[in-house]
């Protein structure tokens, strides 16, 4: 065969295994219409119970000497009182200071429990007199609940229990044994709340079949590619280390400088850093997130998600170019602390650079602190853990295929019946850190609608819930305890 043909013939080929894997993905059905505002009368009365928890100012902090130790008591102590059923039924206990166990019994002891999972504490609130409504009025106005905590994340801990209030009244009981597990220092790294209840379940021999805890949004027009709002439930979540970089110098007066300072040689070690971000790879769960988001894209997108055989180099190129695509797809470094010199006019003995790092799964922090080592090391530089308690490894990628993944996806499409599930990377650290030896499974999600601008009242000013959306994250957790 004459070449041309050959290559002719490969080029068709080529095409045909392209255009087969495109087109053998199914179509999406047309978005279905979200839910009314009369669809959703039944779930009426939960903004009230939001709105007394966030009158609780339990602002937690690295301190515990700061803070409001009396607000967290008050909070525990309103819960009977709010969900009166719940505190009937189920057995509750204290841990420590800052953990709350509710232990939902089920039907049959042979299943492996369910850990749902909240925090009750939240960040404070800078500029307080900035915000429209104060930040721990709980104000019911305009159709929001306002304040800290109706999205991060008073707003799940209120709906699973009233969920399961609702549930109680109408005498169910679930199959599997329901475990709430909720922390008072979440934001301040939990180990006072959710470290302790993992070591506790450990301590009696606990397994979990899986957890659900805080994660992904149902995320509304963040993705300008997709046709409809996409509820991105975590699979899996970055590892954590702070990297210390140090050099040693002569000291000495800044007149007679050397060729070569301290504070030179931590500045070539972060460019070097910098220039080399490290090489990217599309993992099993961005292989999953881009295969699942393939019928809700435009066809060019389609014929390149299908086709990471081939295309996968100018995905990963694609996603490199944007910060938030990039950090799915490497362990991503920042130079975020410099030290050198005390004194304009002296040399440094010593400087030192704080390098943040997030760990890809799949990766260590071991393997990171090499590949750092290699890097700055020919500049006379040296990289060790800046804290070696708060290194935390990438937690594994937990299975599409448990009995919880398809309750959620159930879940979310009675409750938010516009969007599509996908599995997704979360980059945030949350409590489920302290359970990776407890749960076999563990998903991230936020059952919310928000956009941007809603995620940007999380840790930031005027957080809020619209009624309408609260009353879907109840119904999700309603039809999710009920499935279970
Ligand atoms: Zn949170």
Known sequence: ??????????????????????????????????????ELESAAGIEDKLAALVRFATIS????????????????AALPGLFPQVHAALA???????????????????LEPAILCAHFDV?????????RHGPFSGDIDDGFVWGRGTQDIKVTLASALEAAERLLSRGFQPRRTILFAFGGDEEVGGNRGAALIAKELARRGTRAAFLLDEGG????????????????????????????????????????????TATGDIARAVAALEAKPGSTRIGFTVKSFLGRLRPYVPFGYRVLFSNLWVFGPLV????????????????????????????????????????????????????VLDRIMQIVGRFGVVASPAHADSVVEPLPESSLDTELWRAIEAALGTAFPE???????????TDTKHYRHIARAMYRLTPLLQTSEDLAGVHGRDERVEISNLRRCL??????????
């Open 123 to 131: 960040v404070p609130a800078e500029d307080e007199a900035g915000w």
């Open 1 to 38: 065969m004459p070449l041309v043909l050959a290559v002719s013939a490969t080029i068709l080929a080529f095409m045909a295994i392209v255009l087969a894997r495109t087109l053998s993905v199914p179509g999406a059905a047309a978005p279905r219409a979200p839910l009314s505002s009369l």
């Open 217 to 260: 949004p149902v995320a509304k027009g963040m993705l300008a590619m997709a046709d409809r709002p996409l509820a991105l439930v975590g699979i899996a979540e970055k590892g954590y280390i702070d990297v210390r970089l140090e050099a040693t110098g002569s000291g000495g007066h800044a007149s007679m400088p050397p060729r070569r």
């Open 61 to 76: 902090s690295w301190d515990a000497s700061l803070e409001n130790a009396a607000a967290f008591e008050a909070l525990i």
């Open 316 to 367: 990963r190129l694609a996603f490199s170019g944007s910060p938030t695509t990039a950090a799915l797809l490497r362990s991503t470094r920042a130079a975020t602390m410099l030290e050198g010199s005390p004194k304009e006019n002296v040399l440094a003995s010593h400087a030192s650079a704080i390098i943040n790092v997030r760990i890809l799964p799949g990766e260590d922090s071991l393997g």
């Open 475 to 484: 119904r999700f957790y309603e039809t999710l305890i009920g499935s279970l």
């Open 419 to 429: 969007a599509a599930m996908l599995p997704f990377l979360f980059s945030a650290g």
């Open 92 to 110: 509750r206990e204290r841990i420590g200071d800052r953990a709350l166990l509710y232990a939902w019994q089920g039907k049959d002891p042979a």
